[in-house]
């Protein structure tokens, strides 16, 4: 038990500042989820600049689309 409690007080600033970055990544991929469910994207709104402008519009025609 020793060992484990020397391992956590000398990585503590690591394994705080990991759970942070952990935290931060889970909530960006958990607002990406729910912002694709509800029909919005990353997108910029360029279409002109767009490699994949069409497949996007295509899907967005599509009544059976959500």
């Known amino acids: 038990m020793t ?3 020397e391992f956590i007080h000398e990585y503590l600033g690591s ?3 990991g759970l942070i970055v952990l935290a931060v990544l ?3 991929i958990v ?3 729910k912002d694709r ?3 919005r994207s990353s997108c910029g709104g ?3 600049e767009c490699g ?3 497949a996007c ?3 967005r025609q599509d009544p059976s689309y959500k």
């Open 31 to 33: 607002k990406e989820v």
């Open 3 to 5: 060992n484990m409690s």
């Open 46 to 48: 360029n279409c002109s």
């Open 15 to 17: 394994i705080i500042i």
């Open 26 to 28: 889970t909530l960006i």
């Open 57 to 59: 519009h295509e899907k």
């Open 37 to 39: 469910r509800s029909g």
């Open 52 to 54: 994949a402008c069409h």
